[in-house]
């Protein structure tokens, strides 16, 4: 079983509509979750974090984690076609010393 | 805004030769990552340091080799360069354990 797992897409959404990632993982012991966005080309940025079980809002962004369950997701509210990107599910495992990335998943958002 | 700035984009180079990819930020982070990135298989870590002269490896370090003399450089180093090791690399630094800043990657091919 893969540390890290996300749902490679592409995940089409009408401009507009919330787009919902999912991410699931292995490691109980993380404590720190992480959702990195990537565009074409370019690196990835750090756009949210979140460390308690339940929701975390940013803008257009929420983040939820659900320790129980093991699934961390982000959602985006009234996506726009610059959300289109792929977004790293990311996490702190073995005990603290690195960041695992899922695989990502890619987002299209359609006019 | 941090900055991380990695010596070329894209790098051609021969099987068997030695291949040096260097990484400098300028925000005095402690913490710099070398990872390569591969379709399908994300983005995985090489080797990592948190200090001056100190290295622990990550998931894939066969092949590589890396030095940090000073803080704000981190070296990675394929001694003799094979095919399999074309791909995207990607430095980061980090002030914590967490939020990692991105550069914006060496395409590198071996032919």
């Known amino acids: 079983q893969k540390e890290v797992e996300q749902n490679s897409g592409p995940l089409s959404v009408p401009e507009g509509a919330i787009a919902s990632l999912n991410c699931t993982y292995s490691d109980r012991v993380s404590q720190s979750f992480f959702w990195y966005r990537q565009y074409s080309g370019k690196s990835p940025e750090l756009i949210m974090s979140i460390y308690s079980n339940g929701d975390k809002e940013d803008g257009r962004f929420t983040a939820q984690l659900n320790k129980a369950s093991q699934y961390v997701s982000l959602l985006i509210r009234d996506s726009q076609p610059s959300d289109s990107a792929t977004y790293l599910c990311a996490l702190i495992t073995g005990g603290g010393n690195k960041l695992t990335f899922g695989t990502g998943t890619q987002l299209k958002v359609e006019l | 805004d941090v900055k991380v700035t990695q010596s070329s984009r894209y790098l051609v180079k021969r099987t068997g030769e030695k291949v040096f990819l260097e990484c400098v930020q300028d925000?005095?982070?402690?913490?710099m990552f070398w990872y390569r990135q591969d379709p399908g298989l994300g983005l995985r870590l090489i080797y990592f340091s948190y200090d001056v002269k100190m290295k622990e490896k990550g998931d894939i370090p066969e092949g590589y080799s890396v030095s940090r003399e000073k803080k704000e450089r981190f070296s990675l180093i394929l001694e003799s360069a094979s095919t399999n090791q074309t791909s995207m690399y990607l430095c980061?630094?980090?002030?914590?354990?967490?939020?990692?800043?991105f550069g914006p990657g060496t395409r590198l091919t071996v032919l």
């Open positions: 925000m005095d982070h402690e913490n």
């Open positions: 980061a630094s980090s002030p914590n354990r967490d939020t990692q800043y």
